[in-house]
């Protein structure tokens, strides 16, 4: 039996996946890491950390495998993307991954994007002017750290770094390199206006290479600790969004890939570059002949974790012989689609698309004395069910509207849910038997790579079983009285999100 390795480095955690070379899993490894944050914003990574967890994850899969009888075809990489390291010129640390969660160059990110030539860097970039952004992190380090800046010679990001650490070299795929907000989708190359307003040279930056790009030759250090030959060809893959996409195979434009973890985002994949003209979605590489539009959301099973931790009644949960999950998932059912006029606003960690607001904030809208923590806890899942649906909308906008959703991510667990989001976006949602996409998405490249398969629409070949769920009529009524209420009120709240922000900040 010969095998492949999926490997998905997130924001919390690495995960692999041990696959033979027909895509049948074999064994799910993980190992957890800290987030560090604090109350400016900051959301950073430990690279020492990051590095310990893919060989140990990639260690743990191969010990599964026989490879004293079978091969390990090739380990292949999803990744988070957006993420910032400064490196000296030795590629050492200066500092922690910049995640994607860190907000500190909101002021910054703010500035810009009511210039022209913020504007004009989102249609060149396709990445909108947010915080996330390394354009802008870059920009904000200027500013912030300028002894440290001096220092630095390279910016390199999570998937650069692993590389670095384990080949001797400084590349990234064009996937990830595209969400950078400094890489032109259009010559697939390093933007030089961007270039020149993050006031960094091209040298600086990883050489952009194809998402199927395999290097070989284990760094003896990295081979020694994952236990695995040092020639097995490592395959960059792509960003976790967009893996997620592949996993699910929904690489058409009618397809929607929808996942909902810690965080969420809506997505289709297209054969050329599209930008939206009011600036609500991105607009990334899959590699170089797909993109993939839409919108990433902050907020999402971190609110419901959240509403759960806060809003269950402990005693009664106390008494019932399931976990505060499962008995807020009972409590959300026995109540009507509309949480009985209740509408939540999910912004409790700022927002991504469509607001695109490091300091949008979460409310509760219609709140009476005959509202009970059941309808609180299911107008939480409905708010958060609806705000996908704003950006779902957008990406209709601009791609045309989808025949199907495919769903994924922790929620998809959750009965309730899966019915929700099908009664919301008033869509078909199939939900598939693997959750772990990304890491189907990754050995998928690298199968293209290896001329294992002839083109990446095969992946439909390796998805299991699927289930769907069919819009409820009452339901989906209900649901366009309330979308209205909850865009409008979203609106007349946004004037106020800069002043709550900075009271909170005072505090």
């Not at 006031?199 to 050489?207: A, G, T």
């Not at 003896?220 to 236990?227: D, F, L, P």
């Not at 967009?242 to 809506?266: D, K």
């Not at 699927?466 to 409820?472: A, C, K, T, W």
Request: hydrophobic share 45%.
């Amino acid at each position: 039996m010969n095998y492949l390795i999926g490997v998905d480095v997130g924001t919390t955690a690495t995960k692999a996946v041990l696959y033979d070379e027909h895509a049948t899993v074999l064994g799910h490894f993980s190992k957890q890491y800290a987030l560090y944050p604090n109350s400016q914003g900051m959301a950073e990574q430990d690279p020492a950390t990051i590095v310990d967890a893919v060989e140990t994850t990639i260690h743990d899969a191969a010990a599964q495998a026989d490879l004293e009888h079978g091969k390990l075809l090739a380990v292949a990489f999803s990744s988070a993307n957006q993420s910032v390291i400064m490196l000296d010129k030795n590629y050492r640390p200066l500092s922690r991954f910049i995640t994607w969660a860190d907000t500190r160059a909101s002021k910054v990110a703010r500035q810009l994007k009511h210039l022209p030539l913020g504007k004009i860097l989102y249609q060149r970039t396709g990445t909108p002017i947010h915080p996330m952004s390394p354009l802008t992190k870059i920009m904000w380090l200027h500013r912030a750290q300028p002894a440290k800046v001096a220092q630095t010679s390279y910016y390199g990001d999570l998937k650069a770094y692993l590389f670095h650490q384990f080949f001797d070299v400084f590349k990234l795929d064009v996937s990830v390199a595209s969400c950078t907000g400094m890489m032109n989708i259009r010559t697939q190359d390093w933007d030089e206006r961007a270039l020149k307003l993050a006031k960094i040279e091209r040298h600086q930056l990883p050489e952009i290479v194809s998402t199927t790009t395999r290097e070989t030759g284990l760094l003896k250090v990295a081979q020694e600790k994952m236990g695995i030959p040092a020639d097995t060809p490592f395959v960059y893959g792509a960003f976790d969004g967009a893996l997620s996409n592949l996993g699910v195979g929904a690489i058409q434009s009618h397809e929607v890939a929808i996942t909902i973890g810690t965080s969420a985002g809506v997505r289709v994949v297209t054969d050329h570059p599209v930008i939206d003209p009011h600036q609500r979605l991105f607009c990334y590489a899959v590699d170089h002949e797909r993109w993939v539009v839409g919108g990433p959301l902050n907020n999402g099973g971190d609110v419901f974790q959240w509403a759960v931790e806060n809003l269950v009644d402990v005693n009664a949960a106390e008494t019932e012989p399931v976990d505060p999950y499962a008995f807020a998932n009972h409590a959300i059912a026995g109540v009507p689609a509309g949480a009985h006029g209740l509408i939540f606003h999910p912004f409790l960690g700022g927002e991504r698309a469509p607001l695109w607001n490091a300091n949008a904030r979460g409310s509760f809208f219609g709140l009476s004395e005959l509202h009970t923590r059941a309808d609180m806890l299911r107008a939480v899942m409905e708010g958060i069910c609806m705000n996908i649906a704003t950006v779902f909308d957008a990406v209709s906008d601009v791609a045309g509207k989808p025949l199907s959703v495919t769903a994924t991510g922790g929620f998809a667990r959750s009965m309730v849910w899966r019915q929700m989001l099908a009664d919301v976006l008033d869509c078909r949602v199939d939900i598939p038997e693997s959750f772990e996409s990304g890491c189907l998405g990754a050995i998928t490249m690298a199968m293209e790579s290896l001329g294992m398969i002839h083109q990446l629409n095969e992946v439909t070949d390796f998805i299991g079983d699927v289930q769907s769920y069919l819009p409820d009529a009452d339901a989906v009524a209900t649901y366009q009285k309330c979308l209205p209420i909850f865009k409008q009120v979203e609106k007349l709240l946004a004037p106020a999100y800069d002043e709550i922000a900075q009271l909170q900040e005072e505090e």
